[in-house]
T-cell receptor
């Protein structure tokens, strides 16, 4: 396994269009996370899944955003009616929670979204 | 990043030591982490420290934790040009989502 992969790596879209990103986690990892990173900032948590269940969503995740992990493996993040403020790097991470930690999260290379 | 504060820039010469500092507000996390991000790449976990420890050494990396002052630092010995990157300190909120500082951009001059 080569790690967490994300597709596409870059996406340019016009305002108002819908976009979908995909994340493939490390195969034995049952937790999957989505983060958003804007220029000059650290990543901000959006949501996470344990297997196929979405267990937590940040207040940053507006109703235009939806994430799924239908079979507990890969995940998709969809943004509807994109706005220029959605322009950011969208990062996916995965982990396998061991009792007591250290709860290491392994990140993919990210999908850079530009909304024009 | 309001839960974690980091200085934004650090410049050192090749071969010198680099010290990157981080101040955090929430001390509930069992572990504190350091991540490295190179241009165009995702975040790479460098090291972590258990909150009950004061220090952890891992090859060229030394992590110091002062729980009283809520201060975390990362020392890189013999800094190389390949160490040029953005370094993020992070802590885990509710054992789920990782909270990150804004990152320190380290520039290593030859």
């Amino acid at each position: 396994d080569t790690g967490v992969s994300q597709n596409p790596r870059h996406k340019i879209t016009k305002r108002g269009q819908n976009v979908t990103f995909r994340c493939d986690p490390i195969s034995e990892h049952n937790r999957l996370y989505w983060y958003r990173q804007t220029l000059g900032q650290g990543p901000e948590f959006l949501t996470y899944f344990q297997n196929e269940a979405q267990l937590e969503k940040s207040r940053l995740l507006s109703d235009r955003f939806s994430a799924e992990r239908p079979k507990g493996s890969f995940s998709t993040l969809e943004i509807q009616r994109t706005e220029q403020g959605d322009s950011a790097m969208y990062l996916c991470a995965s982990s396998v929670p061991l009792a007591g930690g250290p709860y290491e999260q392994y990140f993919g290379p990210g999908t850079r979204l530009t909304v024009t | 990043g309001e839960d974690v504060e980091q200085s934004l820039f650090l410049s050192v010469r090749e071969g010198d030591s680099s010290v990157i500092n981080c101040t955090y507000t929430d001390s509930s996390s069992t572990y504190l982490y350091w991540y490295k991000q190179e241009p165009g790449a995702g975040l790479q976990l460098l090291t972590y420290i258990f909150s009950n420890m004061d220090m952890k050494q891992d090859q060229r990396l030394t992590v110091l934790l002062n729980k009283k002052d809520k201060h975390l630092s990362l020392r890189i010995a013999d800094t190389q040009t390949g160490d040029s990157a953005i370094y993020f300190c992070a802590w885990l909120y509710n054992n789920n989502d990782m909270r990150f500082g804004a990152g320190t951009r380290l520039t290593v001059k030859p």
